[in-house]
C-alpha cells in the first residue's frame, strides 16, 4: 500500500510540473488517502503483534 502511495505521488509531483493543477490535486488526495490507510492497518498490526 505504501507503494501506491509513493506512486501517486510521483504522479501528482509530474502532473504539478507540468501544470495539470486537476490531475495534480487528485493524484496528491489519493496519495494521501493510502497513506493513511498504511498508517493505520501498521499501528493495528503492531497492537496485534503486541497482545500475541
Known amino acids: 500500500m505504501l507503494y ?3 506512486i501517486f505521488l ?3 509531483l509530474v502532473a504539478a510540473l507540468f501544470g495539470f493543477g486537476g490531475i495534480a490535486s487528485a493524484s496528491a ?3 494521501q488517502i ?3 490507510v498504511f498508517l ?3 499501528v493495528i498490526t503492531l497492537v ?3 497482545f500475541r
Open 4 to 6: 501506491w502511495a509513493a
Open 10 to 12: 510521483v504522479i501528482a
Open 29 to 31: 488526495g489519493i496519495a
Open 34 to 36: 493510502l497513506f493513511v
Open 40 to 42: 493505520v492497518l501498521f
Open 48 to 50: 496485534v503483534q503486541v
